[in-house]
């Protein structure tokens, strides 16, 4: 079964499908080990890859790159990957996602915003016309095969989330995402505007959405959930503690306990097991 179909039969299943945001290998594999479905943040993939914010430094070569390495460690996986506007011309768009297709992506979120573009959850965002992003989805609906493709809009006004998400609802989009909303009932009339299609809400933490657990999302329709930044934010509040005591402790390390605490032992444990997943008997389903 190809990877787009087993996402699209994922998100039509009972309840809200979770994918956890990745940003590195390392990120990734952790999250192998608790959860089936990943989404390539673009978020993460700036701050992690260049060091930048998320306001349109991505080049697609390093995205399609970045990820062709975790298809290759994940083979079962969903990868959700963001490909913010499409990096701006539609013609990219359309061989970005061919790209994508070929080394196994399970499916692409493309967004309506103007350049320069920010982070969903940041002010100062501007959306392009309805009719040129609609063209540009159009053409990228054509050009996929399998691939999941969410249909997201970076509105801010309500009268035009409410007509932009009508319009994203009625198109071949697998998917539609409104990012940004920022209460329950905000949630409930998208749902209701977008009738019978699949709802992706992200949340992100200090984000303009409120925090919400899948239970909670299930109740009001929502049919997937992206976390954009948890491994990426705990892995900066880890790194910064660990920093501050190795100054503390003028350089000394800290011990390591056998199966306490992670040293070299436990880090080459966890990535052994993006080699044992190719393995036919692999125990490990996800």
């Known amino acids: 079964m190809k990877h787009g179909t087993k996402l699209r039969e994922r998100i039509a299943a009972p309840g809200t499908t979770p994918l956890i945001g990745v940003y590195d290998m390392?990120?990734?594999?952790?999250v192998a080990g608790h959860y089936d479905g990943m989404f390539v943040s673009g978020f993460g993939f700036a701050a992690s890859y260049y060091g930048l914010p998320d306001i349109g430094f991505i080049a697609w070569p390093d995205m399609v790159a970045f990820t062709q390495r975790l298809r290759g460690a994940f083979p079962r996986h969903h990868l959700l990957v963001d490909i913010d506007d499409g990096y701006a011309d539609p013609?990219?768009?359309?061989?970005?996602?061919?790209?994508?297709?070929?080394?196994?992506?399970?499916?692409?979120i493309l967004e309506d915003q103007k350049r320069p573009r920010r982070c969903g959850h940041a002010d100062g965002k501007q959306v392009l016309p309805l009719d040129e992003y609609l063209t540009k989805l159009e053409m990228v609906l054509r050009t996929r095969t399998d691939l999941v493709v969410v249909a997201r809009t970076d509105a801010t006004d309500e009268a035009d989330i409410m007509e932009r998400a009508r319009c994203l609802a009625a198109t071949d989009a697998d998917v539609v995402l409104v990012d940004g909303v920022r209460d329950?009932?905000?949630?409930?009339?998208?749902?209701e505007v977008v009738d019978g299609k699949p709802l992706l809400f992200n949340q992100i933490a200090g984000g303009k959405s409120p925090r919400l657990s899948l239970g909670e999302l299930t109740g009001l329709g929502?049919?997937?959930?992206?976390?954009?930044?948890?491994c990426l934010f705990a892995a900066h509040e880890a790194m910064e503690a660990a920093l501050t005591e190795l100054k503390r402790a003028d350089g000394r390390l800290p011990s390591v306990d056998p199966g306490h605490g992670v040293g070299v032992a436990a880090s080459t444990r966890l990535l052994e097991r993006n080699i044992a997943r190719h393995h036919p008997r692999d125990p490990e389903t996800t």
């Open 26 to 30: 390392y990120s990734a594999s952790l």
């Open 91 to 108: 013609e990219v768009a359309c061989h970005v996602v061919e790209s994508l297709e070929r080394i196994g992506a399970s499916g692409v």
């Open 184 to 191: 329950v009932a905000g949630i409930r009339r998208i749902r």
């Open 222 to 230: 929502v049919d997937v959930a992206i976390y954009s930044t948890p």
